[in-house]
């Protein structure tokens, strides 16, 4: 299929009944802000032994382009996964026809609503997150930090044991860090990030330590401990001031309870815990826990120290990040940068060509598909074309269907082989910084005949190639000026 022959409208909506990839639709368990969860069923094959659950996510055109991107991350990490602690992965679809993950679904409610009945009684908060951190000691692995640790992203066994849900804000550490390359902002959920993520460091386990002690500080007093902050400078808050101690809110709360949910939101990773498993461990044997200063505390630090606190945190740098497992030795990235909208189809295929033969050359070399989604500098963004459907889907569709035979020809599985969409308004400009901020080694382009007007104002490819830190190869039509 070439990308003229991509389908002109959005996808119809999903119904009960209806039969996607050989899944019927059985019944729509949850309609999100950024997908559905459907109940479904195999209309043939072998039985899978547990009940299985699609999600889909709401494509309509002017959604976050995170949204899609973390969809992306989702589909890429859960096949990696395994063990009682996940959901178990069955399938996913194309973005070409409909995008979905099918994996087991996990009876029951997330922790979500226990919320509503903080404060809890401590040995049974206790054993919350004991197994929660059971959860995270096993995810972390097999190299993955979940990076998006909440109540709601937290589920049950009927034997007890925790199931982590929800991987579309997920690093792995041996797979490209999606988010991390095509996103400056922090990425989480305001109340339950780290001081690390707020400075842009999402591959250290020790974040998700952080966040199951802000979920137990609000589990144990009714409170959240940095309130919930909806800018970046109220997410910096947390970097130099105290939550107050849990004992001044409850004073029925233990001294050994107080002393882990603080040991857990130091400010520094290498204050913490430094393992999944430790925690787990004095969570289940409170009574072996050495009570320090943490303990004691009944009240935030005074003035002094907290301008103290500031001082450092404004020009502070993030630690380097302890990793969930042994990195791998760095390849190169190749960078493809494709204009499927504006190129003809004989320079796209010049392109894929020469893109295929530099990766064939590096055997660990991974291939980034770049595309732009020009945006106006001042007015009202097209979001969806004429049909209704969402322009920045439609380009990640059309640099699959560009990239579908080097896949092929190669053998790329996940992780050598990514697609981004940037949205900026000037092109070459977008370029050269996704190049920066991700390590590009090499970019591969293409470049239409010249002009006159062309020559005056010069043309991506010659910005590229002028400012760009890597080498870059610019492709041009057989007979191009």
Same mark, same amino acid.
């Given at each position: 299929?070439?990308?003229?022959?991509?389908?002109?409208?959005?996808?119809?909506?999903?119904?009960?009944?209806?039969?996607?990839?050989?899944?019927?639709?059985?019944?729509?368990?949850?309609?999100?802000?950024?997908?559905?969860?459907?109940?479904?069923?195999?209309?043939?094959?072998?039985?899978?032994?547990?009940?299985?659950?699609?999600?889909?996510?709401?494509?309509?055109?002017?959604?976050?382009?995170?949204?899609?991107?973390?969809?992306?991350?989702?589909?890429?990490?859960?096949?990696?996964?395994?063990?009682?602690?996940?959901?178990?992965?069955?399938?996913?679809?194309?973005?070409?026809?409909?995008?979905?993950?099918?994996?087991?679904?996990?009876?029951?409610?997330?922790?979500?609503?226990?919320?509503?009945?903080?404060?809890?009684?401590?040995?049974?908060?206790?054993?919350?997150?004991?197994?929660?951190?059971?959860?995270?000691?096993?995810?972390?692995?097999?190299?993955?930090?979940?990076?998006?640790?909440?109540?709601?992203?937290?589920?049950? $066994? #009927? @034997?007890?044991?925790?199931? %982590?849900?929800?991987?579309? !804000?997920?690093?792995? &550490?041996?797979? +490209? =860090?999606?988010?991390?390359?095509?996103?400056?902002?922090?990425?989480?959920?305001?109340?339950?990030?780290?001081?690390?993520?707020?400075?842009?460091?999402?591959?250290?386990?020790?974040?998700?330590?952080?966040?199951?002690?802000?979920?137990?500080?609000?589990?144990?007093?009714?409170?959240?401990?940095?309130?919930?902050?909806?800018?970046?400078?109220?997410?910096?808050?947390?970097?130099?001031?105290?939550?107050?101690?849990?004992?001044?809110? $409850? #004073? @029925?709360?233990?001294?050994? %309870?107080?002393?882990?949910? !603080?040991?857990?939101? &130091?400010?520094? +990773? =290498?204050?913490?815990?430094?393992?999944?498993?430790?925690?787990?461990?004095?969570?289940?044997?409170?009574?072996?826990?050495?009570?320090?200063?943490?303990?004691?505390?009944?009240?935030?630090?005074?003035?002094?120290?907290?301008?103290?606190?500031?001082?450092?945190?404004?020009?502070?740098?993030?630690?380097?990040?302890?990793?969930?497992?042994?990195?791998?030795?760095?390849?190169?990235?190749?960078?493809?940068?494709?204009?499927?909208?504006?190129?003809?189809?004989?320079?796209?295929? %010049?392109?894929?060509?020469?893109?295929?033969?530099?990766?064939?050359?590096?055997?660990?070399?991974?291939?980034?598909?770049?595309?732009?989604?020009?945006?106006?500098?001042?007015?009202?963004?097209?979001?969806?074309?004429?049909?209704?459907?969402?322009?920045?889907?439609?380009?990640?569709?059309?640099?699959?269907?560009?990239?579908?035979?080097?896949?092929?020809?190669?053998?790329?599985?996940?992780?050598?082989?990514?697609?981004?969409?940037?949205?900026?308004?000037?092109?070459?400009?977008?370029?050269?910084?996704?190049?920066?901020?991700?390590?590009?080694?090499?970019?591969?382009?293409?470049?239409?005949?010249?002009?006159?007007?062309?020559?005056?104002?010069?043309?991506?490819?010659?910005?590229?190639?002028?400012?760009?830190?890597?080498?870059?190869?610019?492709?041009?039509?057989?007979?191009?000026?």
């Amino acid at each position: 299929m070439t990308p003229a022959s991509h389908p002109s409208g959005p996808a119809p909506a999903l119904a009960p009944g209806q039969v996607l990839d050989g899944f019927r639709l059985e019944e729509r368990l949850h309609q999100g802000g950024m997908a559905n969860l459907w109940r479904v069923s195999r209309i043939e094959g072998a039985d899978d032994g547990f009940e299985l659950l699609m999600k889909v996510p709401r494509i309509k055109g002017g959604e976050d382009p995170a949204t899609i991107v973390g969809f992306e991350v989702e589909q890429m990490l859960m096949p990696q996964l395994s063990g009682p602690h996940v959901p178990r992965y069955v399938a996913r679809g194309d973005w070409t026809r409909q995008a979905y993950i099918v994996m087991e679904r996990i009876p029951g409610d997330t922790l979500r609503p226990r919320l509503d009945d903080a404060p809890l009684d401590p040995d049974e908060l206790a054993d919350i997150g004991a197994r929660v951190a059971t959860a995270l000691a096993a995810l972390h692995r097999q190299h993955v930090v979940h990076l998006d640790v909440k109540p709601s992203n937290i589920m049950f $066994r #009927p @034997d007890g044991s925790a199931v %982590l849900v929800d991987f579309g !804000l997920s690093r792995h &550490e041996q797979l +490209p =860090d999606l988010l991390e390359e095509e996103f400056t902002l922090p990425m989480g959920t305001g109340p339950y990030m780290s001081p690390e993520q707020v400075q842009f460091v999402r591959n250290d386990p020790r974040s998700d330590l952080f966040a199951l002690g802000v979920m137990l500080y609000h589990l144990a007093t009714g409170e959240r401990p940095f309130g919930q902050p909806t800018s970046v400078r109220g997410l910096r808050r947390r970097l130099y001031v105290e939550p107050v101690p849990p004992r001044a809110i $409850r #004073p @029925d709360c233990p001294k050994w %309870l107080q002393e882990v949910i !603080l040991h857990c939101l &130091e400010v520094r +990773p =290498d204050k913490r815990y430094q393992s999944a498993a430790q925690l787990a461990l004095d969570l289940r044997e409170p009574q072996g826990i050495a009570l320090t200063a943490r303990a004691e505390k009944l009240q935030t630090s005074g003035a002094v120290r907290r301008l103290k606190q500031w001082f450092f945190a404004l020009g502070a740098e993030p630690e380097p990040a302890v990793p969930p497992g042994e990195q791998l030795a760095r390849s190169p990235i190749i960078m493809a940068a494709v204009d499927a909208d504006n190129a003809s189809p004989e320079l796209l295929g %010049l392109l894929r060509e020469t893109a295929r033969r530099i990766v064939q050359t590096e055997p660990g070399a991974r291939l980034a598909c770049v595309a732009i989604m020009k945006t106006n500098r001042i007015g009202i963004d097209e979001l969806t074309d004429k049909h209704g459907q969402s322009v920045h889907v439609k380009q990640l569709i059309a640099l699959r269907h560009w990239a579908r035979p080097i896949s092929k020809s190669l053998a790329l599985e996940d992780g050598r082989l990514t697609f981004h969409v940037l949205e900026a308004p000037d092109a070459a400009d977008a370029l050269i910084d996704f190049a920066r901020r991700n390590g590009v080694d090499h970019i591969v382009m293409g470049a239409r005949g010249a002009s006159a007007l062309r020559r005056y104002l010069g043309s991506v490819s010659s910005q590229v190639v002028a400012q760009a830190d890597c080498t870059v190869t610019v492709v041009r039509e057989r007979g191009a000026d």
